[in-house]
């Protein structure tokens, strides 16, 4: 009965929130660009260079930083990280700028997935395959540790990471590279459990990917359509049910996988089928709900970006990732657009401002838990 009451509390906060007055322009842009996730170019930052716009004039949720510019030179160090003092110098003046709980974030997994290499002074890391084969909870609780102090010294207080998809050696972009922990549900939870309690312990927030699962896949959605109808199981689901019902998963990151026995119309960011109905009603989540990159192919040769990002918030994401740091380009006005979008369709009731709400109300207590 209890459970029941406060399942209705939560639909009827979330009903009277969907029919909430439009605030001022200004407030909404605001609260749209905190749903945001982006990226630029450059080591260093001053008041002319793009970072300065996205922090304290828009006002974005969370800047992802990354070590290469694969939309440039692609080689080492072309990006945001060429070292350990460097980063923490630019980071400390992203936090100057911004006047609300900054989240800055970096894909750093360990292994072959690691923005903070030991090219720049940091410690090596081990991959997640090498912990779940090693299977000793000492072994992954210190290389865990390890990883999360240096990117909170360096200022990183989100990790885009534990992988907690299943380990299939023929998925290209995960198993093939060790990205995995394990095949086993069990395994998976465990790990990821000790990756993010020490994280935790350290000021930096975890995030699960790639939900509803990705490891079954035989090809990479950053370039292109990937159906995971005939593979994919609902044993993927477990590592992201154990973990959630553990209270061990601050923000969860989205896979742009279609799959037909879930939602026979929409890939899994875009489905409201996958993100409210499995992840939100099924599973009782209500962390943050971060998309994959919206500008990889899987998205973009299949929507406009309107509609991808129209479509990502009604399913139920809270906020949506544009790297600027993919195969499909470096646009410096991006994030303004994307705030244009939200905003319009707010506006004309593509988007019920309640979900604004909501995902601002997610983000902000994430943010306050690692500032």
Same mark, same amino acid.
């Given at each position: ?58 006002? +974005? ?6 070590? !290469?510019?694969? /939309?440039?030179?692609?080689?080492? *160090?072309?990006? $945001?990280? %060429? =070292? ?111 990756? +993010? ?6 000021? !930096?927030?975890? /995030?699960?990917?790639?939900?509803? *699962?990705?490891? $079954?896949? %035989? =090809? ?128 004309? *009731? ?22």
């Amino acid at each position: 009965m209890k459970r029941i009451l406060i399942t209705l509390a939560i639909v009827l906060t979330a009903a009277n929130s969907l029919f909430a007055a439009l605030p001022a322009d200004s407030v909404l842009r605001r609260q749209a660009a905190r749903m945001l996730m982006v990226g630029f170019r450059g080591n260093t930052v001053d008041e002319n260079c793009d970072a300065y716009r996205y922090v304290h004039d828009l006002h +974005v949720g969370c800047i992802v930083l990354f070590d !290469v510019d694969l /939309t440039g030179t692609g080689k080492i *160090g072309s990006r $945001n990280v %060429t =070292s350990k003092d460097q980063l923490a110098t630019l980071t400390s003046q992203l936090y100057g700028w911004a006047d609300y709980p900054l989240l800055i974030a970096a894909d750093q997994e360990g292994g072959r997935v690691a923005r903070l290499k030991p090219q720049y002074g940091y410690r090596k890391t081990v991959s997640a395959e090498y912990l779940g084969t090693t299977n000793s909870e000492d072994t992954t609780r210190y290389y865990s540790r390890l990883l999360a102090q240096e990117m909170k010294e360096s200022g990183v207080n989100v990790n885009l990471a534990p992988v907690v998809d299943v380990l299939n050696p023929k998925c290209p972009p995960l198993g093939a590279i060790q990205r995995c922990f394990g095949a086993d549900a069990q395994t998976i939870a465990r790990h990821a459990g000790w990756f +993010v309690d020490e994280s935790a312990k350290q000021g !930096v927030a975890c /995030t699960l990917k790639h939900f509803p *699962g990705h490891g $079954n896949a %035989t =090809s990479d959605s950053h370039y292109g359509f990937v159906d995971v109808t005939a593979t994919w199981t609902e044993q993927e689901l477990e590592p992201f049910r154990l973990l959630i019902k553990q209270g061990k998963a601050p923000f969860i990151m989205t896979a742009h996988t279609f799959n037909r026995n879930i939602d026979p119309d929409y890939p899994a960011t875009l489905s409201r089928k996958t993100l409210t109905g499995l992840l939100r009603n099924k599973l009782h989540y209500d962390g943050v709900i971060m998309t994959d990159d919206l500008y990889m192919e899987a998205i973009l040769d299949n929507y406009s970006t309107e509609r991808a990002v129209v479509l990502a918030i009604n399913a139920g994401a809270d906020m949506l990732c544009a790297s600027n740091n993919i195969n499909t380009g470096f646009e410096a006005d991006r994030p303004a657009k994307l705030i244009d979008i939200i905003v319009k369709a707010v506006k004309e *009731g593509r988007i019920p401002y309640g979900r604004i709400l909501e995902a601002n109300r997610r983000i902000d207590r994430a943010a306050r838990k690692v500032q």
